[in-house]
């Protein structure tokens, strides 16, 4: 059996601290059907796995998070061969007791996102894949579990919401974000997760939370630069954890692949167009995804 391939993909903090850990590194240009990702993929070795890193907001954090070329990303990580992507990104935190520098295993999304090609299949076919479990429960729980051996505060679950930004949210919105079940506040996970779902690959996320979002209000006595220089501390420190975390995760000899986990099946009752009605074209182009 060839070995397994992990996808990782790092958000703001991850995305430039992983790159130094990576071992016979080796720099990969992908082409898809919808543009290159991000940056080129670097395909190495991470602890005792081989991993596909690919750092979402490419050299030196360029894109904004309504220009990274979500569906680009999920294609050349399956296309190269990883079945499992493990994911990362900062995020406000819209609780109390998920403190800033903890780490959450989300769960559950609400998607604010407009403006992103949230689907592989337009002008294809009618194709509807399951999201009521966005996020893989067994990876999630793999990853849960690999806490135990690290001194590392981490939620096993939170629900995230995903807006468009590039501007943070308003007091009003941050506060109704909460009031909506919102746990964690971003701008990156969709559609990730929704592309990985219908690539058949195994998805989870771990957020970095690196302060309360503004519905907490901030003490009179601190200035904007106080406060600047603590999310960044804050973020740094989520990051480190993180490295820490998946560093465990890929070092343990648990399977992070499963053939036969309904992520790796979620296509099989998606397609609702009749077959004769696709054009073979276009399912030579995206025979990746339902591989």
């Known amino acids: 059996m060839a070995e397994e391939l992990i996808g990782i993909i790092g958000g703001s903090g ?35 796995k081989k991993i596909a890193f690919l750092n979402r907001h490419g050299k030196g954090h360029k894109l904004s998070p309504s220009e990274v070329p979500f569906a680009a990303n999920i294609f050349a990580l399956k296309k190269l061969g990883a079945r499992t992507v493990i994911s990362s990104g900062a995020v406000g935190s819209l609780r109390e007791e998920i403190a800033p520098g903890d780490l959450v295993i989300v769960d559950q999304f609400i998607d604010k996102t407009f403006k ?62 909460r009031a909506w079940g919102g746990d964690l506040i971003g701008m990156t996970a969709m559609p990730e997760a929704k592309l990985a779902r219908e690539a058949q690959i195994c998805y989870a996320l771990i957020a970095l939370p690196s302060d309360y979002d503004c519905w907490r209000p901030h003490k009179a006595d601190k200035n904007k630069q106080t406060l600047l220089k603590e999310i960044i501390a804050n973020l740094q420190t989520a990051t480190e954890n993180c490295l820490k975390l998946i560093d465990a995760v890929l070092t343990s000899s648990r399977e992070l692949v499963c053939e036969d986990c309904c992520c790796r099946k979620s296509l099989d009752l998606a397609v609702w167009t009749d077959q004769s009605q696709i054009d073979p074209a276009d399912k030579e182009k995206l025979k990746v995804l339902f591989e």
């Open 14 to 48: 991850l995305g430039d601290a992983l790159a130094g850990h990576i071992v016979d590194a080796e720099f990969c240009d992908i082409e898809t059907p919808f543009g290159k990702p991000s940056t080129a993929i670097c395909v190495g070795r991470l602890g005792e």
């Open 116 to 177: 992103r090609q949230s689907s592989f299949f337009n002008d294809f076919a009618a194709v509807h894949c399951e999201m009521a479990e966005p996020t893989c429960g067994r990876l999630r729980k793999l990853i849960y579990d690999t806490t135990a051996s690290i001194d590392v505060t981490t939620h096993p679950k939170g629900s995230y919401v995903c807006m468009e930004g590039p501007q943070f949210s308003t007091r009003a919105e941050s506060l109704m974000h």
